[in-house]
Structures are given as C-alpha cells and as structure tokens.
C-alpha cells in the first residue's frame, strides 16, 4: 500500500500566480483534507471532500479552491499567491475516524 | 469556539527521564482526541488517539488518558529515547470524520544521550 501521496514535493512561485497542488489517497479511502502548515505552527484545516463535493470549509479565504476525482484523488488550488501563502500543504485521506497524512508540498512565494 | 493548546517547546530531557507534555482543548460535544508525531523532514504520523471518555489510548510507550471533567489528553511516557525527538502535535475532531482536525501549535521534544 504506498500510503498518501502528494506532488510535487516543492514548488516556488511568485505573488499573484496560481498553484494547483495534488493528492492521491491511501487505497479504500474515500475522504481527503488539506490542511496548510505555517512554520513553526499546527496544521490549519483548509477543506474536506468526499463524494466529490466539499462538505466541510476552515476558515480560509475563497482564492483556496479544490476538487476531488472519481478515483478519489484530490487536487487544492490557489490563486492569487500572497506571500503569507508560503508553508508546508499537507493532505489527509480517511475512511472512518482516523486521517492519514501525506508528507506535504513544500509552497515557496517570492 | 474549537481549540486546544499544549505546552510550547522546546522541552529538553535527557535519555530514560520521564515525558509529559500537556493538552487541554475546547469543543463543541464530545471530541476524538489524538496526538500525532512529526520526525524532522516527514509528515505527520498518529501516534495514539482515544474516543471517548477516560479512554487510554497507547503506542510505542507513551500514553494519554481522555479526561473529559479537565478537557484534556496529556502524553505521557516513561522513558523516553533519543529517537523519540521530534514534534508532537494534539489534535481533536468532533467524531463522524466529517469534521477537520483541529490541531495545537506543536511540541518539539529534544532528547539528550
């Protein structure tokens, strides 16, 4: 089972671009997360898809979009780049109770 | 609104001493409580989790009880090892997976040989 996945691994960009950032869940699951992970900080809840639909929403703003696939897989988007937006995005994919993190797209804004 | 705190680092202990590292929260109802570990350079692992009250969750030596009359789930471990540094984060959702965790700032741990 290769777990959660997430590509790329890091990736830098430059204020006012948009970002497209991808996940593929641990197989069986069907719920997929992402959360945005400040230095130094807990990861912030960012959205919850499942069924393809957001069903859940954190407090960020409408520029962080996303979409889940059939297959499950998920992809975050930004747009409008600030550099605040700079940290390490982590997905979590779950069937029940428990979430399983990937190891995270490293997000550079210059 | 939902919350949880932890004790800030870094905590320094040497090898074999004995590990806490507290946790209270704030939710709405009655919360799953976890404890996820970060090893430097890697996501986020579970470390342990408990779903109800006075629950014990536990794995690899450590430990954290469920105290719903404290709101709180303090980790906890014996002795700990040098391969034990890393970040330690409390988190907690309100049950059904539907809702995003809700994690603390995190806890670096350095153990000393």
Redesign the interface.
């Given at each position: 089972d290769a777990g959660?996945t997430q590509s790329p691994t890091h990736l830098i960009k430059t204020r006012g671009q948009q970002v497209t950032l991808r996940c593929s869940p641990k197989s069986g699951h069907d719920?997929v997360?992402w959360?945005q992970q400040a230095l130094?900080?807990?990861?912030?809840?960012?959205?919850?898809y499942?069924e393809e639909e957001e069903?859940?929403r954190?407090n960020f703003p409408d520029r962080f979009s996303g979409h889940q696939f059939p297959n499950y897989s998920s992809e975050l988007n930004v747009n409008a780049l600030l550099l605040g937006d700079s940290a390490l995005y982590?997905c979590?994919s779950?069937?029940?109770?428990?979430?399983?993190?990937?190891?995270?797209t490293r997000l550079t804004v210059l | 609104g939902n919350s949880?705190t932890q004790m800030e680092g870094p905590v320094t202990l040497s090898e074999e001493a004995f590990l806490t590292i507290n946790c209270t929260y704030t939710a709405t109802g009655y919360p799953?409580l976890f404890w996820?570990v970060q090893y430097p350079g890697?996501?986020?692992?579970?470390l342990l989790?408990a779903?109800k009250a006075d629950d014990k969750g536990s794995n690899k030596g450590f430990e954290a009880t469920y105290r719903k009359e404290t709101t709180s789930f303090h980790l906890e471990k014996g002795s700990v090892q040098v391969s034990d540094s890393a970040v330690y984060?409390c988190?907690h959702h309100s049950?059904?997976?539907?809702?995003?965790?809700?994690?603390?700032?995190?806890t670096h741990l350095i153990i000393q040989p």
């Open positions: 959660v719920t997360s959360y130094g900080q807990g990861p912030q809840f960012i959205f919850q499942y069903r859940q954190g982590l979590a779950s069937f029940a109770n428990e979430q399983f993190f990937g190891p995270g | 949880v799953s996820y890697e996501g986020l692992q579970l989790k779903t984060f988190a049950g059904g997976g539907a809702d995003g965790l809700t994690f603390g700032k995190g």
